[in-house]
C-alpha cells in the first residue's frame, strides 16, 4: 500500500507529513529527564492496565471473533447457502481506537469492528440474529443496540469489559482470514454505513504508519488524553476533541519534531497549536481524491465544509474532518486552554511549574456564576440510556442557538460529562456555564432572554421518535450557590474556593496588572512629569515583544481576543438573573424559573467593570530562549503557509464564495437534514431585550469571534462582481438610524444572490459554462 505524505529528505532520512519537519533536533539531557518524570507520572496517576485485565481484553477479543465466525454460518446456512459457501463462510473481528493505538486504561471500552459478506445483511442479520445470540449467553450484559445512529453500533459488556461493535458488509462471499482492510478496493460497492465503519480501522492504521516513533507517540497522547479530560475538553460530541482528534494532532506534531522526546512533544503540541491560525486543517498526508468517487472533505465543492472551524481531517481514504462537532464556543474554551499549557510548559523549563500544574482540574462550578442546568429522566434504565444518547448529541445545539440568538454576547461552556443524583432514579444532570462576552459595555438593566431559545431546544428533543412514556427533559437557570451538592465529589460542597491553582494566580495578576494600568494611566492624565518614563517603559515592551513577533504572525485575531477573556473566574462573575415567570417542566408538576439572565453594570461580589490594558500588559506569549530562530522561522512557515499552500494545490480551483449559513458546520452528521433555517429567523425576530448599542458594539468589534463564525471570508458572488458580506453587514449595524438600512441591504443581497444562480443556470443550460 502506498503511504501519502512519505517522501526523503536531503540527509536521506524519510520523512512523514506534507511539509518538512521543524526540527530534527535529538533530546537533550533535560528532556531525558523530564520524560522519565512524565511517564512516572502517567504510571501513578493510573493511566496503565493492569496485566490481568491485559489478559481478559485479549480473551474477550476471542472469544467475541468466535461467536461472530458462528454467527456467520449460521445465517448463511438459514439463507439455503451451498454446503462448500456454508464451510468457508467467514467473519473477523478487527479493533481500532484507543485499544488498537495502545494508549487505552484501566476500565475502557474496546472498540471493534466486525466484516461479514455481502450476504449478511446489517438490519435483518447483525441487529437481529447475532443480537439475538449475545442476548442468550450469561457473559453478555448491558446489550444496547443503536442501529440508528450516524454510525450503528451495538453496546455491551462481555465478562465486565464494555465493547463497542460496528458491522462492515463488504461485497466478497467470503471473507479471507488475511484480509487487508488497509487497501482502497474494499471501499468498493460499499454502502455509507459500511465505509463509516471501515473508517475507523483505516484511520488509526494509518496513524501508526505515519507516525516516526509509535512509542514516543503513545506516551504523549496518552499524556493529551489525560490533560484533556483534566481540563475538561475531552468529548466529541459535546464539540470538544475526542480521542481521534487528539490523535491526529498529537501524530502531526511528532512529524514535526521526529527526534524529539515526549516531554519536548507535548511543549510543542501547546506552542503549535496555540499559534495555528484555524481554520487551516492539521492533515498527516494529502488529501487524495481516490478513484471510488466517494465524498472527501472538500471546503470547494461541499458547501458544509466550509464552516467547519477547527478541521482536523482524517488520513485514510476517504479523507473526512474529524472535527465537525466543533463550534465557536468550544473552539474559544480549547484555544484558552492551549495558551495556558503553552504558558505552563514555558514555566515548566524555568522550574516555575511542574506536571502537576499542568494537569490541574479545571473549576467548573467556580469559574461562573451563572449556569444553565438540564435534566434529564426516564422510567427505567434502558429507556434512560436511549434518551440520554439522544440528548447529549443534541445538546450542541442548544449552545449554538443561545450564542446565535445572542449574537454571541451570551457565551456557553459545555460541561463534557453528565452528573447523577443517588436520591432519584434514572435521572441525568448536564451544566453550561454561561458568561457575558468579554469586551462589550454593559447596559443598565441590560437582559438576556433565551426562553424561546430554550423552549425551541426543547421540543427539538421531543422530537424524538423513540420517545417513551417518562421520558422527560428541564431546562432551568441557576446561580453558583444553588448548584447542587451531588456535583461535587463525595456530595460535599467545598465550604471555600479550591485552593489556589495556576489559574487563579494567573487571573490574579492580570487583574493587578490592569488595575495598575490604569493607575498609571490615571496619574498621567494629572501630571505629565512621568510622561517620558512611561514612553520609556512602554517602547521597552515593544522591543521585547518583537522579540517574538514572528512566531505571532501567524495568530488570528479569534485567538487574540481568547487571550483577553482569560480571566475565568472574576470577568465571569458580573452578572445577576431576573426571573420572568414560572415554567412547568416535562417530567411532572414541579416549577422552575425560566431561563432570563440579566447583567448589570456592576456586581456586589465582583468588579463588573474589570477590563485588562493591552497597551501596559500586552497579550504576547512568554519568549522561549530554548527555541532557535531556525526553528521559529520552520514553525511560521508549516503554520502560516504550507498549509495554505496545499490548500491550493490540493483543491485548484477557485472555492465558491460562502453564504451567511453557518449552520452547516454544527450540525451532528446524522441530523443534517434537520432545518435551522428556525435559528436565523429566531435570531432577528425573537432576539432577547438587548440595546442596539450593545449589538453594533459586538457585531462590529474586529478580531472577536463573531470575525470567525459570522464575518469570516463571507463573500457574496455576481458575475465578475464580489461584494464584501461581512464589512457591509459590520458597517452597517453601526448605528440605530441604520438598522433599517441593514435590513434593505440584506434584502438587496439576496436579490442579487437569487440573479445570480438565475444567470449561472441560464447560462448553464445555453452551454456557455
Given amino acids: 500500500m502506498v503511504i501519502h505524505g512519505l517522501s526523503n529528505l536531503s540527509n536521506g532520512q524519510q520523512r512523514l507529513g506534507i511539509t518538512e519537519p521543524i526540527s530534527l533536533a535529538g533530546p537533550t539531557e533535560y528532556d531525558v529527564i523530564k520524560t522519565r518524570e512524565l511517564e512516572k507520572y502517567l504510571q501513578d496517576a493510573g493511566l496503565y492496565e493492569s496485566q490481568e485485565e491485559a489478559v481478559v481484553r485479549e480473551e474477550v477479543l476471542g472469544r467475541l471473533d468466535q461467536i461472530v465466525k458462528t454467527w456467520v454460518k449460521t445465517i448463511s446456512h438459514a439463507k439455503g447457502l451451498n454446503d462448500q459457501l456454508v464451510h468457508e463462510a467467514n467473519a473477523k473481528i478487527f479493533t481500532f481506537g484507543s485499544y488498537r493505538l495502545g494508549v487505552h486504561g484501566p476500565g475502557a471500552d474496546i472498540d471493534t469492528l466486525c466484516v461479514g459478506p455481502r450476504h449478511a445483511t446489517r438490519e435483518e442479520d447483525f441487529f437481529g440474529e447475532l443480537h439475538k445470540m449475545l442476548l442468550e449467553m450469561p457473559q453478555v450484559t448491558e446489550l444496547h443496540p443503536v442501529p440508528d445512529a450516524h454510525v450503528p453500533v451495538m453496546k455491551f459488556k462481555f465478562n465486565g469489559i464494555s465493547v463497542d461493535l460496528l458491522y462492515a458488509r463488504l461485497a466478497l462471499w467470503v471473507i479471507p482470514e488475511d484480509l487487508d482492510i488497509s487497501q482502497d478496493s474494499i471501499l468498493q460497492n460499499a454502502d455509507e454505513q459500511t465505509v463509516l465503519s471501515l473508517n475507523g480501522c483505516r484511520v488509526t492504521d494509518q496513524v501508526l504508519r505515519l507516525v516516526p516513533n509509535i512509542q514516543n507517540f503513545r506516551t504523549t497522547l496518552r499524556c493529551m488524553r489525560f490533560w484533556a479530560k483534566r481540563r475538561g475538553v475531552y468529548s466529541n460530541v459535546s464539540g470538544f476533541l475526542g480521542g481521534i482528534n487528539l490523535a491526529l494532532l498529537v501524530a502531526r506534531i511528532c512529524q514535526l519534531y521526529p527526534n524529539a522526546l515526549p516531554n519536548m512533544l507535548v511543549s510543542r503540541f501547546f506552542r503549535v497549536y496555540t499559534q495555528w491560525r484555524w481554520p487551516n486543517p492539521v492533515m498527516l498526508c494529502a488529501i487524495e481524491e481516490g478513484s471510488l468517487g466517494l465524498p472527501i472533505w472538500d471546503p470547494r465543492r461541499n458547501p458544509r465544509d466550509r464552516y467547519h472551524l477547527m478541521p482536523i481531517i482524517t488520513p485514510a481514504y476517504p479523507c473526512m474532518n474529524s472535527t465537525y462537532n466543533v463550534t465557536s464556543s468550544t473552539l474559544r474554551i480549547m484555544s484558552q486552554e492551549f495558551q495556558r499549557g503553552s504558558e505552563i510548559c514555558e514555566e515548566m523549563e524555568a522550574g516555575d511549574a511542574d506536571w502537576d500544574t499542568l494537569f490541574e482540574r479545571y473549576p467548573f462550578f467556580e469559574a461562573y456564576k451563572n449556569y444553565l442546568r438540564i435534566d434529564i429522566a426516564a422510567e427505567n434504565a434502558d429507556d434512560l440510556r436511549q434518551w440520554k444518547g439522544w440528548v447529549e448529541s443534541r445538546l450542541r445545539q442548544l449552545t449554538l442557538k443561545i450564542e446565535r440568538h445572542t449574537y454571541g454576547m451570551l457565551q456557553c461552556h459545555p460541561h463534557p460529562g453528565e452528573f447523577s443524583d443517588k436520591s432519584r432514579p434514572f435521572h441525568h444532570c448536564y451544566f453550561m456555564g454561561l458568561q457575558r462576552k468579554q469586551g462589550v459595555p454593559v447596559n443598565e438593566g441590560e437582559q438576556f432572554d433565551i426562553r424561546l431559545t430554550v423552549d425551541e431546544f426543547k421540543h427539538s428533543i421531543n422530537a424524538y421518535t423513540l420517545l417513551k412514556p417518562g421520558m422527560g427533559i428541564h431546562v432551568s437557570h441557576v446561580k453558583r450557590r444553588n448548584i447542587p451538592n451531588f456535583v461535587f465529589p463525595g456530595g460535599v460542597r467545598p465550604s471555600h474556593p479550591s485552593k489556589i491553582t495556576w489559574d487563579s494566580k494567573r487571573s490574579s495578576e492580570l487583574r493587578v496588572s490592569g488595575q495598575n494600568g490604569q493607575a498609571e494611566m490615571s496619574q498621567g492624565a494629572v501630571s505629565g512629569a512621568d510622561d517620558g518614563r512611561k514612553r520609556k517603559r512602554s517602547e521597552d ?195 440605530r438610524y441604520q438598522f433599517f438600512m441593514n435590513c434593505v441591504q440584506l434584502f438587496l443581497l439576496i436579490f442579487l444572490k437569487i440573479l445570480s444562480n438565475l444567470y449561472d443556470s441560464y447560462n448553464y443550460k445555453l452551454g456557455w459554462i
Avoid: W
Fill in 541 to 735: 515592551n515593544m522591543d521585547d515583544n518583537s522579540k517574538v513577533s514572528k512566531s505571532l504572525t501567524s495568530l488570528t485575531p479569534f485567538s487574540r481576543e481568547v487571550h483577553e477573556d482569560r480571566t475565568f473566574i472574576s470577568a465571569s462573575s458580573a452578572c445577576s438573573v431576573k426571573f420572568d415567570e414560572t415554567e412547568v417542566n416535562n417530567m411532572g408538576d414541579q416549577k422552575s424559573e425560566k431561563p432570563s439572565l440579566q447583567f448589570p453594570s456592576g456586581d456586589s461580589e465582583t468588579n463588573g467593570s474589570l477590563r485588562i490594558n493591552r497597551e501596559l500588559d500586552p497579550i504576547l506569549p512568554v519568549t522561549d530562549t530554548s527555541i532557535s530562530n531556525e526553528e521559529k522561522l520552520s514553525s511560521d512557515k508549516i503554520i502560516s503557509g504550507p498549509y495554505e499552500a496545499h490548500q491550493h494545490q490540493a483543491f485548484p480551483e477557485e472555492p465558491e464564495e460562502l453564504e451567511d449559513n453557518n449552520a452547516g458546520s454544527n450540525q451532528v452528521r446524522d441530523n443534517r437534514d434537520n432545518s435551522d433555517s428556525s435559528i436565523s429567523k429566531l435570531a432577528v425576530s425573537e432576539h432577547p431585550v438587548i440595546s442596539k448599542e450593545t449589538c453594533s458594539t459586538q457585531l462590529c468589534t474586529n478580531g472577536g469571534m463573531e470575525e470567525l463564525e459570522v464575518n469570516h471570508l463571507l463573500l457574496l458572488k455576481f458575475g465578475r462582481f464580489r461584494l464584501s458580506y461581512s464589512s457591509i453587514y459590520a458597517t452597517l449595524v453601526d448605528s
